[in-house]
Structure formats: structure tokens, C-alpha cells
């Protein structure tokens, strides 16, 4: 009894008690606390990011696509560079890059 004569009344109050276990259920143990919508906002964030990212490169892609379908000239590069496609009358000659590695 002396224990609870220590106690101040504001913490005896059952209102208080009765919103503070609401607040601690909320933050903490709820399914949807605050730490996990915190947490389905950034990936919401960053899942956003990466649709207008792969939104501008299907546009490109596509843009590409048209210009080889309409477009010849566009088409040999295409097929001289992806393919290394040659003309009957030409060498075609490649020279890869080498990468040197420096040991430190």
C-alpha cells in the first residue's frame, strides 16, 4: 500500500491508462504501426522512382523500335554494330578493349 501512496494521481487516472495502452498498442503491436507504414511509404517511394524509370525506357526502346522498322539506314547500323553484319565488298575488323588490372 505504501507503494501505491507514491504513485502520482495522473498515473492512477484510468482515462490516462486506458489512452496510453492505446498509444503503446498503436505504435507497437498493432499490424499496421507506425515503423511499418513508415516503412511501406519508402517502398512506395522508391517502387515509384523505379516505374518512371522503366517507363522512360520503354519509351526509348520503343522510339528505337519504330526508327528500325521505318527507317534503312538506321537498320544497317543496327545490324553492323549489334551483329557485326558486313557488305560484300568490305573487311570487317574488330578490336575489343582489353582492361588491365593494377594490382596496388
Do not use: C
Request: charged residues 35%; hydrophobic residues 40%; glycine residues 2%.
Amino acid at each position: 500500500m505504501k507503494l501505491l501512496n507514491h504513485i502520482p494521481a495522473w498515473l492512477k487516472n484510468k482515462y490516462f491508462l486506458g489512452i496510453a495502452g492505446f498509444i503503446v498498442w498503436m505504435l507497437f503491436f498493432d499490424p499496421r504501426d507506425i515503423f511499418t507504414q513508415l516503412e511501406h511509404t519508402r517502398e512506395l517511394k522508391q517502387l515509384e522512382v523505379s516505374k518512371s524509370h522503366y517507363q522512360k525506357e520503354i519509351a526509348k526502346e520503343t522510339f528505337e523500335l519504330e526508327q528500325l522498322k521505318t527507317n534503312p539506314a538506321i537498320l544497317e547500323k543496327y545490324a553492323r554494330e549489334k551483329y557485326m553484319m558486313k557488305r560484300d565488298n568490305e573487311d570487317l575488323f574488330i578490336i575489343s578493349e582489353k582492361h588491365d588490372v593494377v594490382d596496388k
